[in-house]
């Protein structure tokens, strides 16, 4: 019986501890994932920016 007790105990230890290194690894996926389409929107807004300055060298003020 104390046997029993043990061995659920320690599973219920391992499960706990598989769950958390799974939230743990889903938090540093979701913050990766959060850091690129950052950066993606960065990359756009310098584009849009450069896009425009170059727009705006082309067209002739009078």
Do not use: A, E, N, S
């Amino acid at each position: 019986m104390m046997m029993m007790m043990m061995i659920i105990r320690m599973m219920m230890m391992m499960i706990r501890r598989t769950i958390t290194y799974v939230m743990m690894f889903g938090l540093i996926m979701m913050i990766r994932m959060l850091l690129l389409l950052l950066m993606m929107m960065m990359m756009m807004m310098m584009m849009m920016m450069m896009m425009m300055m170059m727009l705006l060298k082309c067209t002739p003020i009078d």
